[in-house]
């Protein structure tokens, strides 16, 4: 094999899974150690720059960083990431001054449609910049869907309230309780662009028998949980099915135990490994003696004299061909029907774009989805971005933020007159951690603590109200433990080639086995003949330069728990322990300088 080239970004970028795999590509394992350091408003910080809504994500994030995360390579469960993200908000001091000041407007005008996630996010990116940010939203406050679909009991409003404050008060103004009705009519206001993020306002319909005539208990899950987040609904009878497997039916189910739901089942199609729900969100519903229901699916609403009076179900099976595609066919049982009060249909939600006119330069596929590019953001319209659930269906939160740095990105390219399609490349900084011959300026310590459990409110009392949060995060000191249990995959092992003896001893102490020196070869042989056999290919091996006595060192990154113990133990100091931090690019940075390297 060739000599890993270390100097190329990407490659370390494979090493900070955590990061890589959060879209908006967060520092995690710098935040952590802030965190752990006490520092709770710069991990805030590090944070608000890249995901802007750290409080909010701390609680409802979808963790696409857990999943990769290292430590579940080497044990059971990963680092809670996004619990410690909320430790972060939950500890911080006043960290208004730390904002950037409103700029004196530079006379570009930008209309944001729809107040969540994704437009603040571009809004947060452009006023700084003088852009005067329009942001237009039916609702009365900002927040979108982080306000009228996520319960009070996972996401209070004063959360919300507080971070939406940060972006409104960069000179940002906000148009709420006002409907967009017609793109004609906004092109024709002459803005210099406009960034469509109306999320996915539409609930899936299940046109089934019955459907018509048990409509007065029939309740689309995504419209009924707004009503009840605006106090419009307070009350669902006492037998409640849910249908669906998203987390928004865990939303439902658990909601409706709040407003008077004794007997609430959740009722799925699929299989309970399946489920689109998050493994956590399907924990908490059953913790709340919730039952879900698999392999069941809706066939016909039964009522009486107009009254919905249950639901019947075909049972069904799962059967997979010859290429492994699953199926769902009836079992062959009878079907079964559950009675109940009220139903509440969450399976799936949908774009509607109805104020959108189809011959305003917006091209839409054949789905009803405006064509944009996943890149840029940019739909077929000059001057018409979109982003979040709006530009390709509905994901969440931390998706729609990085749409909307992008977008921004774009945005202000386009206004500047420079091509939307060249995307700056990312600040990378390379670090020695040395202190001392053997010392580091980090914890390198490696923590054999189990994941610790986040606090949860009594299951009694959180029943009662439906704004008590039921989450209580963790404190202090369990959050330091947890931190603990970071392994730094920022912190890279380097080596230097000509300051090898190769006396071995990195090797010896390595207490993974992923140091090996030996015959250099090509790499599926070079993988089997490693100490310990590096098979996950998908991570790469470093390979130094030859060594004198023509050996190399290979180095397999898969479960390098970078503890530092190759480069204490070196005599030469040939292993170094350097912090490799990624400082991804939004709107208003200036061209890339010669020391960042290709990302």
């Known amino acids: 094999m060739k000599p890993t080239d270390i100097s190329a970004p990407d490659y370390f970028h494979k090493v900070v899974d955590c990061q890589w795999a959060c879209p908006a590509h967060t520092p995690v394992p710098e935040y952590i150690r802030l965190i752990a350091e006490g520092r709770y408003s710069d991990a805030y910080m590090i944070n608000w720059r890249s995901n802007v809504f750290p409080g909010i994500l701390g609680r409802t994030c979808d963790r696409p960083c857990e999943p990769a995360c290292r430590r579940g390579r080497v044990e059971e469960t990963p680092v809670a990431i996004c619990r410690l993200k909320r430790v972060a908000a939950d500890f911080k001091d006043d960290i208004t001054h730390r904002l950037p000041r409103p700029a004196a407007k530079n006379g570009k005008r930008i209309a944001l449609i729809g107040g969540g996630p994704a437009s603040l996010t571009v809004a947060r990116d452009l006023a700084p910049l003088g852009y005067h940010c329009t942001v237009f939203d039916a609702d009365p406050k900002a927040g979108g869907m982080m306000r009228s679909q996520i319960p009070k009991f996972r996401l209070p409003d004063s959360v919300i309230d507080e971070e939406t404050d940060y972006i409104l008060s960069l000179g940002i103004e906000f148009k709420g309780g006002h409907r967009i009705e017609s793109m004609k009519k906004l092109l024709a206001e002459k803005y210099d662009a406009i960034f469509v993020g109306s999320g996915a306002p539409r609930g899936r319909e299940l046109d089934i028998p019955g459907r018509e005539e048990a409509a007065a208990n029939v309740h689309i899950g995504i419209d ?38 004794q007997d609430v089942k959740v009722v799925v199609r699929s299989g309970f490994e399946e489920m689109k729900a998050s493994p956590w969100e399907k924990e908490d519903a059953m913790h709340e003696d919730i039952p879900i229901l698999n392999f069941l699916v809706p066939v016909a609403f039964t009522h009486k004299k107009g009254k919905l009076t249950g639901v019947t179900f075909q049972k069904v099976k799962a059967e997979y061909d010859a290429k492994g595609k699953r199926s769902l066919v009836p079992s062959g049982e009878p079907d079964q029907t559950i009675a109940c009060d009220d139903v509440l249909v969450a399976v799936g939600q949908e774009n509607a774009f109805p104020w959108i006119e189809r011959d305003c330069g917006i091209e839409f596929d054949k789905w009803n989805m405006p064509k944009v590019d996943p890149t840029t953001l940019a739909s077929t319209h000059p001057k018409v971005f979109f982003g979040g659930d709006a530009a390709f269906g509905p994901k969440n939160i931390i998706w729609a933020v990085a749409h909307g740095h992008d977008a921004a990105l774009s945005i202000h390219n386009l206004i500047s007159g420079e091509n939307i399609t060249e995307r700056p490349l990312p600040e990378v900084h390379v670090t020695s951690q040395k202190m001392g011959i053997h010392e580091w300026s980090y914890d390198n310590d490696i923590s054999a603590d189990k994941r610790f459990k986040v606090p949860h409110r009594d299951k009694v009392v959180a029943l009662k109200d439906i704004r008590t949060e039921v989450e209580l995060g963790y404190d202090v000191k369990l959050a330091l433990g947890e931190t603990q249990r970071c392994l730094n995959c920022d912190v890279q092992t380097v080596f230097s080639a000509p300051l090898c003896i190769e006396c071995d001893a990195c090797a010896d102490i390595c207490p993974m086995d992923c140091i090996t020196f030996t015959e250099n070869g090509d790499e599926a042989d070079l993988r089997q003949r490693l100490k310990a056999p590096a098979l996950h290919a998908d991570q790469d091996l470093y390979v130094s330069p030859d060594l004198k006595t023509g050996r190399v060192m290979v180095k397999d990154e898969d479960v390098c728990l970078h503890c530092g113990l190759c480069a204490e133990r070196c005599p030469t100091g040939a292993w170094d322990m350097q912090k490799y931090l990624i400082d991804m690019v939004h709107a208003g940075t200036t061209c890339p300088s010669k020391s960042r390297s290709a990302a």
């Open 224 to 261: 009924w949980l707004s009503s009840v987040s605006f106090g419009h609904t307070d009350k669902i009878g006492k037998r409640v099915i849910v249908l669906g497997g998203g987390n928004t039916a865990m939303d439902c189910c658990r909601t409706a135990r709040r407003l008077g739901g």
